[in-house]
């Protein structure tokens, strides 16, 4: 079974400038998250698609950050402007079901610099 | 849900049993205990996870304390492959937010 795949792996921009990551989830599976991870810091969730509909993007800055799922399937998160603390790998995850979270998969993430 | 509390670092000799302990004194009745860890430059992983029964499955066994104020997950033999941060995360089942803390740093030795 494919897992969660995820492009680009690394991208360094400058302040400003706007960057979009991609994310393929393992096919089938409904449910798919976005996470922030800074530097020696844990994941932190951003946003939670069920199919193409958003269950909580509570800690989404959306004033910058924007996401979105269209078919169900692939997502984009994009970062308009990028400031220099939002350096951080962006992690996607899938479930197959979303009352069993335990179970989820993530994918290698996207190193992002911004300088 | 329920904040965990974990320490920073660990150490572990390769083929010695690796107990990684966690607090959770304000879990709620309905949280579970998840354990997940993250090798570098990789996404997290799923172990395992439970609710107030020990658990064992293939990679690790949960052992949740009876008042479940404190859990401990334990690798039983720890190789270099093992060296990763481990998160210890409580949340109820149907919850949607997965919410990770700091976790321990686990350093398998030779």
């Known amino acids: 079974e494919a897992g969660v795949a995820q492009s680009p792996r690394y991208k360094i921009i400058e302040k400003r400038q706007s960057v979009a990551f991609w994310c393929n989830p393992i096919?089938?599976?409904?449910?798919l998250y976005w996470y922030q991870q800074i530097l020696g810091q844990g994941p932190k969730l951003l946003i939670q698609f069920q199919n193409n509909g958003v269950v909580d993007d509570s800690q989404l800055p959306k004033d910058r950050f924007s996401a979105e799922r269209l078919k169900g399937v692939d997502s984009t998160l994009k970062i308009q402007p990028a400031k220099l603390e939002d350096s951080a790998v962006y992690l996607c995850a899938s479930s197959l079901d979303p009352t069993r979270w335990g179970i989820g998969f993530f994918g290698p993430g996207t190193r992002l610099t911004v300088l | 849900d329920a904040k965990t509390t974990q320490p920073p670092s660990m150490d572990c000799a390769e083929g010695r049993a690796a107990n990684l302990p966690c607090n959770h004194s304000t879990i709620s009745g309905n949280e579970y205990v998840y354990w997940y860890r993250q090798i570098h430059s990789q996404g997290p992983q799923y172990i395992i996870h439970g609710l107030k029964n020990n658990e064992t499955n293939e990679m690790a066994s949960l052992i949740i304390t009876e008042d479940r104020k404190s859990s401990t997950l334990i690798l039983p033999h720890a190789t270099l492959r093992d060296t990763a941060v481990y998160y210890c995360i409580v949340r109820v089942m149907a919850g949607n937010m997965l919410t990770f803390g700091g976790g321990t740093r686990l350093m398998v030795k030779p």
């Open positions: 096919s089938g599976h409904a449910t």
